[in-house]
Protein backbone atom coordinates (compact mmCIF):
# COMPACT_ATOMS: atom_id res chain seq x y z
CA UNK A 1 0.00 0.00 0.00
CA UNK A 2 1.05 3.36 -0.88
CA UNK A 3 2.13 5.59 1.86
CA UNK A 4 -1.19 7.76 3.02
CA UNK A 5 0.34 10.92 2.40
CA UNK A 6 0.45 9.92 -1.66
CA UNK A 7 -2.89 8.91 -1.53
CA UNK A 8 -3.99 12.56 -2.97
CA UNK A 9 -1.18 12.63 -4.78
CA UNK A 10 -1.92 9.47 -7.11
CA UNK A 11 -5.38 8.71 -7.15
CA UNK A 12 -7.09 12.29 -7.52
CA UNK A 13 -6.46 14.21 -10.61
CA UNK A 14 -8.60 16.51 -10.18
CA UNK A 15 -8.56 17.50 -6.71
CA UNK A 16 -4.58 17.73 -7.41
CA UNK A 17 -5.25 20.23 -9.70
CA UNK A 18 -8.00 22.05 -7.90
CA UNK A 19 -5.36 22.59 -5.96
CA UNK A 20 -2.08 23.03 -7.73
CA UNK A 21 -3.38 25.16 -10.90
CA UNK A 22 -5.09 27.97 -8.60
CA UNK A 23 -1.88 27.89 -6.22
CA UNK A 24 0.44 28.27 -9.50
CA UNK A 25 -2.27 31.23 -10.27
CA UNK A 26 -2.15 32.89 -6.85
CA UNK A 27 1.95 32.41 -6.62
CA UNK A 28 2.70 34.05 -9.43
CA UNK A 29 0.46 37.04 -8.98
CA UNK A 30 1.69 37.30 -5.75
CA UNK A 31 5.25 37.68 -6.83
CA UNK A 32 4.67 40.06 -9.57
CA UNK A 33 2.44 42.27 -7.32
CA UNK A 34 5.32 42.25 -4.69
CA UNK A 35 8.11 43.00 -7.19
CA UNK A 36 8.48 46.29 -5.67
CA UNK A 37 9.44 44.88 -2.38
CA UNK A 38 11.72 41.91 -2.92
CA UNK A 39 13.57 43.26 -6.24
CA UNK A 40 15.17 45.55 -3.51
CA UNK A 41 15.17 43.55 -0.44
CA UNK A 42 16.82 40.57 -2.25
CA UNK A 43 19.49 42.80 -3.56
CA UNK A 44 20.52 44.21 -0.33
CA UNK A 45 20.44 40.36 1.32
CA UNK A 46 22.92 40.18 -1.56
CA UNK A 47 25.28 42.52 -0.69
CA UNK A 48 25.34 41.67 2.78
CA UNK A 49 25.49 38.20 2.97
CA UNK A 50 27.54 35.60 1.27
CA UNK A 51 24.97 33.16 1.41
CA UNK A 52 21.90 35.12 -0.10
CA UNK A 53 24.60 36.59 -2.64
CA UNK A 54 22.04 35.30 -5.54
CA UNK A 55 18.96 36.17 -3.90
CA UNK A 56 17.69 38.30 -6.44
CA UNK A 57 18.73 36.34 -9.57
CA UNK A 58 17.13 33.33 -7.64
CA UNK A 59 13.70 34.92 -7.05
CA UNK A 60 13.85 36.49 -10.55
CA UNK A 61 14.50 33.13 -11.46
CA UNK A 62 11.84 31.51 -9.38
CA UNK A 63 9.46 34.54 -10.91
CA UNK A 64 10.00 33.44 -14.73
CA UNK A 65 9.25 29.76 -13.94
CA UNK A 66 5.98 30.65 -12.45
CA UNK A 67 5.38 32.52 -15.22
CA UNK A 68 6.35 30.04 -17.59
CA UNK A 69 4.22 27.36 -15.52
CA UNK A 70 0.91 29.99 -15.66
CA UNK A 71 1.29 30.55 -19.52
CA UNK A 72 1.46 26.96 -19.90
CA UNK A 73 -1.46 26.16 -18.18
CA UNK A 74 -3.43 28.62 -20.41
CA UNK A 75 -1.95 27.21 -23.48
CA UNK A 76 -2.84 23.89 -22.51
CA UNK A 77 -6.39 24.85 -21.76
CA UNK A 78 -6.62 26.85 -24.95
CA UNK A 79 -5.57 24.14 -27.27
CA UNK A 80 -8.06 21.35 -25.26
CA UNK A 81 -10.48 24.17 -26.29
CA UNK A 82 -9.58 24.45 -29.67
CA UNK A 83 -9.03 20.85 -30.37
CA UNK A 84 -12.98 20.48 -29.19
CA UNK A 85 -14.07 22.96 -30.97
CA UNK A 86 -12.56 22.41 -34.21
CA UNK A 87 -12.54 18.47 -34.09
CA UNK A 88 -8.66 18.24 -35.15
CA UNK A 89 -7.16 14.98 -34.95
CA UNK A 90 -5.53 13.60 -31.92
CA UNK A 91 -2.07 13.94 -33.77
CA UNK A 92 -2.12 17.53 -34.14
CA UNK A 93 -3.23 17.91 -30.60
CA UNK A 94 -0.37 16.12 -29.65
CA UNK A 95 2.09 17.68 -31.29
CA UNK A 96 0.77 21.06 -30.75
CA UNK A 97 1.25 19.95 -26.68
CA UNK A 98 4.57 18.56 -27.76
CA UNK A 99 6.07 22.19 -28.71
CA UNK A 100 4.37 23.41 -25.85
CA UNK A 101 6.80 20.93 -23.84
CA UNK A 102 9.88 22.51 -25.66
CA UNK A 103 9.11 25.72 -25.67
CA UNK A 104 8.82 25.45 -21.81
CA UNK A 105 12.20 23.49 -21.18
CA UNK A 106 13.99 25.61 -23.78
CA UNK A 107 12.23 29.38 -21.98
CA UNK A 108 13.61 27.71 -18.40
CA UNK A 109 17.07 26.98 -20.03
CA UNK A 110 17.50 30.61 -21.63
CA UNK A 111 16.30 32.24 -18.66
CA UNK A 112 18.75 30.26 -16.27
CA UNK A 113 21.48 31.15 -19.07
CA UNK A 114 21.37 34.53 -18.69
CA UNK A 115 20.39 35.23 -15.41
CA UNK A 116 23.05 33.32 -13.69
CA UNK A 117 25.33 33.68 -16.37
CA UNK A 118 26.22 29.79 -17.50
CA UNK A 119 27.94 28.55 -20.23
CA UNK A 120 27.08 25.40 -21.98
CA UNK A 121 29.73 23.20 -23.68
CA UNK A 122 28.57 20.15 -25.53
CA UNK A 123 30.65 16.99 -26.25
CA UNK A 124 29.76 14.25 -28.23
CA UNK A 125 27.78 15.78 -31.39
CA UNK A 126 27.88 12.86 -33.07
CA UNK A 127 26.61 10.59 -30.87
CA UNK A 128 23.06 12.77 -31.09
CA UNK A 129 22.73 12.48 -34.65
CA UNK A 130 21.74 8.99 -34.45
CA UNK A 131 18.28 7.03 -34.32
CA UNK A 132 15.85 8.13 -31.73
CA UNK A 133 17.16 6.62 -28.57
CA UNK A 134 17.05 5.19 -25.05
CA UNK A 135 18.26 8.17 -23.16
CA UNK A 136 20.11 7.74 -19.91
CA UNK A 137 21.50 10.79 -18.12
CA UNK A 138 23.30 11.56 -14.79
CA UNK A 139 21.07 13.36 -12.67
CA UNK A 140 22.26 15.92 -10.26
CA UNK A 141 19.76 19.30 -10.20
CA UNK A 142 16.86 20.75 -11.54
CA UNK A 143 18.50 22.36 -14.27
CA UNK A 144 19.89 18.77 -15.97
CA UNK A 145 15.89 17.84 -16.35
CA UNK A 146 16.10 19.73 -19.78
CA UNK A 147 18.89 18.29 -21.47
CA UNK A 148 17.04 15.77 -23.29
CA UNK A 149 15.05 18.05 -24.76
CA UNK A 150 17.06 20.83 -25.22
CA UNK A 151 20.57 19.79 -26.56
CA UNK A 152 18.80 16.52 -28.27
CA UNK A 153 15.50 15.85 -28.81
CA UNK A 154 14.30 19.43 -29.74
CA UNK A 155 16.89 20.18 -32.30
CA UNK A 156 16.66 17.19 -34.35
CA UNK A 157 12.55 17.00 -34.29
CA UNK A 158 12.22 14.16 -32.16
CA UNK A 159 9.29 12.94 -29.45
CA UNK A 160 10.34 12.46 -25.91
CA UNK A 161 8.89 10.07 -23.83
CA UNK A 162 9.78 10.31 -19.94
CA UNK A 163 9.84 7.67 -17.13
CA UNK A 164 9.50 9.89 -14.25
CA UNK A 165 8.80 9.90 -9.98
CA UNK A 166 4.98 10.08 -9.62
CA UNK A 167 5.90 13.32 -7.30
CA UNK A 168 6.46 15.78 -10.38
CA UNK A 169 2.44 15.42 -10.95
CA UNK A 170 2.63 18.42 -8.12
CA UNK A 171 3.80 20.17 -10.96
CA UNK A 172 1.06 21.54 -12.98
CA UNK A 173 2.28 21.84 -16.63
CA UNK A 174 4.11 18.60 -15.87
CA UNK A 175 0.89 17.08 -15.07
CA UNK A 176 -1.29 18.45 -17.24
CA UNK A 177 0.62 18.17 -20.50
CA UNK A 178 2.78 15.23 -19.17
CA UNK A 179 -0.61 13.17 -19.26
CA UNK A 180 -1.44 14.33 -22.52
CA UNK A 181 1.82 13.39 -24.21
CA UNK A 182 3.10 9.60 -23.47
CA UNK A 183 5.00 9.48 -20.41
CA UNK A 184 4.97 7.35 -17.50
CA UNK A 185 4.73 9.00 -13.74
CA UNK A 186 6.33 5.88 -11.46
CA UNK A 187 4.98 5.11 -8.13
CA UNK A 188 8.01 4.65 -6.52
CA UNK A 189 6.52 3.61 -2.98
CA UNK A 190 4.15 0.59 -4.51
CA UNK A 191 5.08 -2.61 -2.84
CA UNK A 192 4.66 -4.11 -6.26
CA UNK A 193 6.32 -2.90 -8.74
CA UNK A 194 5.56 -4.94 -11.63
CA UNK A 195 2.15 -2.46 -12.76
CA UNK A 196 4.89 -0.41 -12.83
CA UNK A 197 7.74 -1.46 -14.91
CA UNK A 198 4.93 -3.30 -17.06
CA UNK A 199 3.91 0.39 -17.87
CA UNK A 200 7.54 1.02 -19.19
CA UNK A 201 7.60 -1.74 -21.24
CA UNK A 202 4.42 -0.83 -22.71
CA UNK A 203 5.72 2.87 -23.20
CA UNK A 204 8.79 1.66 -25.06
CA UNK A 205 6.50 -0.81 -27.29
CA UNK A 206 4.78 2.22 -28.22
CA UNK A 207 7.34 4.56 -28.98
CA UNK A 208 7.55 4.97 -33.03
CA UNK A 209 11.03 5.68 -34.99
CA UNK A 210 11.05 9.40 -33.86
CA UNK A 211 10.53 9.09 -30.29
CA UNK A 212 13.11 9.53 -27.83
CA UNK A 213 12.59 7.39 -24.59
CA UNK A 214 14.14 8.91 -21.38
CA UNK A 215 14.98 7.60 -17.60
CA UNK A 216 16.99 8.66 -15.15
CA UNK A 217 18.53 5.54 -13.40
CA UNK A 218 19.40 7.16 -9.98
CA UNK A 219 16.07 7.82 -9.11
CA UNK A 220 17.18 11.06 -7.53
CA UNK A 221 19.37 13.78 -7.89
CA UNK A 222 22.93 13.00 -6.10
CA UNK A 223 24.32 13.98 -3.39
CA UNK A 224 27.15 13.03 -0.73
CA UNK A 225 24.33 11.99 2.23
CA UNK A 226 22.48 9.98 -0.63
CA UNK A 227 25.44 8.24 -2.45
CA UNK A 228 26.65 7.65 1.30
CA UNK A 229 23.44 5.60 2.54
CA UNK A 230 22.91 3.57 -0.53
CA UNK A 231 26.61 2.49 -0.15
CA UNK A 232 26.01 2.31 3.57
CA UNK A 233 22.63 -0.08 2.78
CA UNK A 234 24.44 -2.00 0.09
CA UNK A 235 27.18 -3.16 2.84
CA UNK A 236 24.28 -4.16 5.00
CA UNK A 237 22.61 -6.17 2.75
CA UNK A 238 25.92 -7.89 1.34
CA UNK A 239 25.26 -7.17 -1.90
CA UNK A 240 28.96 -7.44 -3.89
CA UNK A 241 27.41 -7.00 -7.65
CA UNK A 242 27.13 -3.34 -6.74
CA UNK A 243 28.90 -2.10 -4.49
CA UNK A 244 32.40 -2.74 -5.97
CA UNK A 245 30.95 -0.20 -8.34
CA UNK A 246 29.43 2.17 -5.58
CA UNK A 247 32.52 2.26 -3.24
CA UNK A 248 34.30 3.89 -5.85
CA UNK A 249 31.88 6.36 -7.21
CA UNK A 250 31.65 9.55 -5.63
CA UNK A 251 30.16 11.85 -7.91
CA UNK A 252 27.26 8.95 -9.25
CA UNK A 253 24.52 7.21 -7.82
CA UNK A 254 24.53 3.72 -8.64
CA UNK A 255 21.48 2.80 -10.88
CA UNK A 256 18.27 1.62 -10.53
CA UNK A 257 18.14 -0.90 -13.68
CA UNK A 258 15.02 -2.40 -13.70
CA UNK A 259 13.21 0.67 -15.56
CA UNK A 260 15.77 0.93 -17.78
CA UNK A 261 15.98 -2.78 -18.15
CA UNK A 262 12.56 -2.56 -19.08
CA UNK A 263 12.45 0.42 -21.73
CA UNK A 264 14.89 -2.12 -23.48
CA UNK A 265 12.78 -5.08 -23.66
CA UNK A 266 10.22 -2.71 -25.05
CA UNK A 267 12.13 -1.36 -27.39
CA UNK A 268 15.04 -3.45 -28.32
CA UNK A 269 15.92 -1.34 -31.50
CA UNK A 270 16.71 1.65 -29.86
CA UNK A 271 20.38 2.25 -29.12
CA UNK A 272 21.41 4.03 -25.87
CA UNK A 273 22.50 7.34 -25.61
CA UNK A 274 24.37 8.20 -22.17
CA UNK A 275 24.79 11.55 -20.84
CA UNK A 276 27.74 12.51 -18.41
CA UNK A 277 27.85 16.33 -17.31
CA UNK A 278 29.65 18.51 -14.73
CA UNK A 279 28.75 21.71 -13.54
CA UNK A 280 25.34 21.46 -11.66
CA UNK A 281 26.43 19.62 -8.26
CA UNK A 282 26.45 23.02 -6.32
CA UNK A 283 22.02 23.92 -7.22
CA UNK A 284 20.56 20.33 -6.28
CA UNK A 285 17.73 22.67 -5.28
CA UNK A 286 16.01 26.49 -5.66
CA UNK A 287 17.33 26.41 -1.95
CA UNK A 288 20.99 26.04 -3.00
CA UNK A 289 20.77 28.72 -6.05
CA UNK A 290 20.09 31.15 -3.34
CA UNK A 291 23.92 30.79 -2.38
CA UNK A 292 25.63 31.17 -6.15
CA UNK A 293 25.44 28.06 -6.73
CA UNK A 294 24.71 28.53 -10.50
CA UNK A 295 26.80 32.00 -11.29
CA UNK A 296 28.88 32.21 -13.55
CA UNK A 297 29.15 27.95 -14.53
CA UNK A 298 30.77 26.26 -17.75
CA UNK A 299 28.32 23.32 -17.75
CA UNK A 300 29.96 20.83 -19.84
CA UNK A 301 27.87 17.80 -20.98
CA UNK A 302 28.98 14.90 -22.52
CA UNK A 303 27.43 12.34 -25.25
CA UNK A 304 28.13 8.72 -26.29
CA UNK A 305 26.01 6.00 -27.95
CA UNK A 306 25.77 2.21 -27.66
CA UNK A 307 23.98 0.93 -30.86
CA UNK A 308 20.94 -1.72 -30.11
CA UNK A 309 22.93 -4.53 -32.34
CA UNK A 310 25.75 -3.93 -29.96
CA UNK A 311 23.02 -4.77 -26.72
CA UNK A 312 23.01 -8.23 -25.47
CA UNK A 313 19.80 -10.28 -25.23
CA UNK A 314 20.21 -11.77 -22.00
CA UNK A 315 19.33 -10.03 -19.12
CA UNK A 316 22.63 -10.28 -17.05
CA UNK A 317 24.74 -9.53 -19.55
CA UNK A 318 22.76 -6.29 -20.41
CA UNK A 319 23.08 -5.65 -16.51
CA UNK A 320 26.49 -5.76 -16.85
CA UNK A 321 26.47 -3.67 -20.48
CA UNK A 322 24.50 -0.69 -17.74
CA UNK A 323 27.04 -0.93 -15.20
CA UNK A 324 29.92 -0.78 -17.13
CA UNK A 325 28.70 2.13 -19.10
CA UNK A 326 27.49 3.79 -15.66
CA UNK A 327 31.31 3.21 -14.75
CA UNK A 328 32.12 4.97 -17.58
CA UNK A 329 29.55 7.93 -16.44
CA UNK A 330 31.50 7.78 -13.43
CA UNK A 331 34.91 8.25 -15.36
CA UNK A 332 33.54 11.17 -17.57
CA UNK A 333 32.03 12.88 -14.75
CA UNK A 334 35.35 12.97 -13.29
CA UNK A 335 37.15 13.87 -16.54
CA UNK A 336 34.39 16.86 -17.21
CA UNK A 337 35.51 17.96 -13.88
CA UNK A 338 39.32 18.15 -14.28
CA UNK A 339 38.81 19.96 -17.78
CA UNK A 340 36.61 22.74 -16.42
CA UNK A 341 39.41 23.40 -13.19
CA UNK A 342 42.63 23.59 -16.29
CA UNK A 343 43.77 26.93 -16.58
CA UNK A 344 42.83 27.68 -20.18
CA UNK A 345 39.11 26.01 -19.92
CA UNK A 346 36.59 28.99 -21.36
Given at each position: ??H?????????T????????P????????????????????????????????????????????????????????????????G?????????????????????????E?????????????????????????????????????????????????????????????????????????????????????????L????N???S???????????????????????????????????K????????????????????????????H?????????????????????????????????????????????????????????????????????
Amino acid sequence: MAHPSMIWLTHNTLYRRLVSVPLIFLTTTLMLCLAPLWIPLSWLAGRLFPKARSALRCLCFITTYLLCESVGIVVSALLWAANVATGRDRASFLENNRKLQFWWAESLRKAAEKLFRLRFVVDGEDALQGPAAIVLPRHTSIGDTIFPVTFYAKPLGLGVRYVLKRELLLDPCLDIVGNRLANVFLNRTADDMSSELQAIRQLAADANDAESLVIYMEGTRFSQSKRDRIVEGLRQREDDSLLDYAEKWDNVLPPRMAGAMALMDGAPKKDLLFCAHAGFEGSASFAMLFNGGWMDTEVRIRFWRVSACDIPHDSEARKALLLSQWDRVHREVAALNRESQAPNSA
